[in-house]
Structure formats: structure tokens, C-alpha cells
């Protein structure tokens, strides 16, 4: 059973365009939410995460939107910029279970 | 501050070798988490470690092991290396938990 199901597969944006991609749980017990960016060859770099006593968490130009009753959370990048595109992994954790498990990623390309 | 570090960043072994691999945490961190990455399972948790003893395993053989050192460092060996065991393995340190992990740049692991 996939604990967090992330969408788009794939997404092709213009610059200056806005990217939103989604993720799906189904455990409730889940308490945190972070989004990880990745470029080719590199380790998956920490964007921005968020708990579920907030519906909305913004860092720049990157922000998070949760839906506590819907299980869903999203990340939507504002203007966005052809150094934008990489992979990008939502994931949840939660309790005591001390481990990540993450969506399937979305390949992000941002055309200038 | 100096970010997780892993060696050796490249192997390639052969079907039916063993392998370990090293990874230095965050200066400070106390957790160490190892993720292996995959085109078809995409990043999948392996274990975790904190003061030395392993809090939680992912659905992996026993092949797979680690261990924590006393200074956080932390390996991870693969006995009787298999074909599909080729992947890029990740080694994410944190405070405490899944919470603000950080990852390093991971070691491309070939099998042939």
C-alpha cells in the first residue's frame, strides 16, 4: 500500500509560471510534511516542510498548502525559474517510526 | 557548518560481493537515517540510528545492516551483492527523528 501518493509525474512550466505539485496520505498519524528538491547526481535538499496545526507555511517563493480533512498537502513555486527544474519528492513522517517515506517524485522542467 | 558526508561517492562491485558504505553526519546530530534510491522504487527507507542502536528497519533482507559508531558516524553493508542491489544509497543525518533531515550526496552503487 503507497503511504503518500504525489502528482504529477511529470511537469513542464514557462518561466515566470507557477508549478504546483500534489501529495496524498492516508495515515492520520503523520505530523510532518517537507518537500525535498533534488538535481541529478545530488542528494535531495530540504525545501521546506510543514506541521498540521498550519493550513499554509511560505519561505520565498516556495509554499506549502495543507488540507488537514483532506489528507493532501501541495507545494506551489511562485515565478518559477528555469534553475527550479529537478525532481521533487513530498514526504510524511509521523509518531515514533523515525523514518521518511516519500511520493514518487515530479521531474519539474521550467522552459526560459 | 559541513554538511552529511558519504564515501566512497562511487563503487562497482560484482554479484556476490560485499560493500560497505560510510557516512559522516551533521556536526551535532545524533540521527542517521539510510534511504536507497531507485528509478523503479524510488527512495525507500532502510534504517535508522541514534546513540549507537538502530530504532527502525525498512522492509530489506538482512543483507542490508549498519551500525552507528559512538561519534555518529555511521555504516552500512550489503553481504552477497545482488544485481538489483545497484542504486544510490543516502545517508541523512537529524537532531532527533525523521524531523529536519539532511541528506548527503550518496554513493552510486553498481552491481555486475
Known amino acids: 500500500q503507497q503511504q503518500v501518493k504525489q502528482s504529477p509525474q511529470s511537469l513542464i512550466v514557462q518561466k515566470g509560471g507557477i508549478s504546483i505539485i500534489n501529495c496524498a496520505y492516508e495515515?492520520?498519524?503523520?505530523?510532518?510534511f517537507p518537500w525535498y528538491q533534488q538535481f541529478p547526481g545530488k542528494g535531495p535538499a530540504l525545501l521546506i516542510a510543514?506541521?498540521?496545526?498550519?493550513s499554509e507555511k511560505k519561505e520565498g517563493r516556495f509554499t506549502i498548502s495543507f488540507n488537514k480533512s483532506a489528507k493532501q498537502f501541495s507545494l506551489h513555486i511562485m515565478d518559477s525559474q528555469p534553475g527550479d527544474s529537478a525532481t521533487y519528492f513530498c514526504?510524511?513522517?509521523?509518531?515514533?517510526?523515525?523514518?521518511?517515506?516519500f511520493g514518487k517524485g515530479t521531474l519539474l522542467t521550467v522552459n526560459p | 557548518k559541513a554538511g552529511v558526508t558519504q564515501t566512497p561517492r562511487y563503487l562497482i562491485k560484482t554479484r556476490g560481493q560485499q560493500v560497505t558504505l560510510s557516512c559522516s553526519p551533521i556536526?551535532?546530530?545524533?540521527?542517521v537515517s539510510w534511504y536507497q534510491q531507485t528509478p523503479g522504487q524510488g527512495l525507500q527507507f532502510l534504517f535508522e540510528?541514534?546513540?549507537?542502536?538502530?530504532?527502525n528497519k525498512g522492509n530489506f533482507p538482512g543483507r542490508f545492516s549498519g551500525r552507528q559508531f559512538s561519534n555518529s558516524r555511521s555504516e552500512m553493508n550489503v553481504s552477497t551483492l545482488e544485481l538489483g542491489d545497484s542504486a544510490l544509497y543516502l545517508c541523512?543525518?537529524?537532531?532527533?527523528?525523521?524531523?529536519?533531515?539532511?541528506f548527503g550526496p550518496g554513493t552510486r552503487l553498481t552491481v555486475t
Open positions: 541523512a543525518s537529524s537532531w532527533d527523528s525523521a524531523y529536519e533531515q539532511y
Open positions: 495515515n492520520t498519524a503523520f505530523d510532518y
Open positions: 510543514i506541521r498540521p496545526d498550519v
Open positions: 514526504a510524511v513522517s509521523g509518531g515514533s517510526n523515525y523514518k521518511l517515506t
Open positions: 556536526s551535532g546530530h545524533r540521527s
Open positions: 540510528y541514534f546513540s549507537e542502536t538502530q530504532r
